[in-house]
């Protein structure tokens, strides 16, 4: 389980995202003004951060920048969302101190791959296990120790 914060300012793909990263386990934190990315990655301390290159206001790349100099973020792993691959943006992208790059339309397993690639190894996704009869009774979608409900949206 990580917490994964989405910069983004399309609802549809912030909704995409999210799913994605729940279903993968993982607590997702959604911010579609990008003026408002440090202050709520200052507060929620993500384990990954996943932006949009398209943003209005602070693009991306500021964005990245902006995470890269602040002292608690530096080595926050940042994975980069674009729809806009023009030659050279992967190489700015990186150099900016993004770790990973994915072109939009993402592909869902491409982006989980990435994401799990991004996260350490204590924070990665469980594994999926599949009909595995001597599998003890508890239900699979029990909540864990520490886990009190009352998060949903
Ligand atoms: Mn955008």
Redesign the pocket.
Same mark, same amino acid.
């Given at each position: 389980m990580a917490k994964i914060l989405i910069v983004? +300012?399309?609802a549809l793909?912030i909704k995409l995202f999210c799913d994605l990263l729940a279903a993968h386990g993982h607590q997702p934190e959604a911010v579609t003004d990008s003026r408002n990315a440090l202050d709520v990655a200052r507060q929620f301390s993500p384990d990954l951060v996943i932006t +949009?290159?398209?943003?209005?206001h602070v693009s991306?790349l500021e964005l990245i920048r902006l995470l890269r100099s602040d002292k608690q973020l530096a080595k926050v792993p940042i994975m980069a969302v674009?729809?806009y691959a023009a030659r050279g943006d992967e190489e700015r992208i990186r150099e900016a101190g993004a770790q990973a790059y994915v072109s939009k339309p993402i592909s869902v397993v491409k982006f989980a791959q990435t994401v799990d690639e991004l996260l350490p190894a204590k924070d990665k996704a469980e594994p999926v296990i599949d009909d595995f009869e001597g599998w003890s009774n508890e239900a699979d979608d029990s909540p864990g120790p520490g886990e009190a409900g009352g998060e949903e949206d």
């Open positions: 983004e +300012d399309n793909n +949009d290159i398209q943003l209005p991306g674009t729809a």
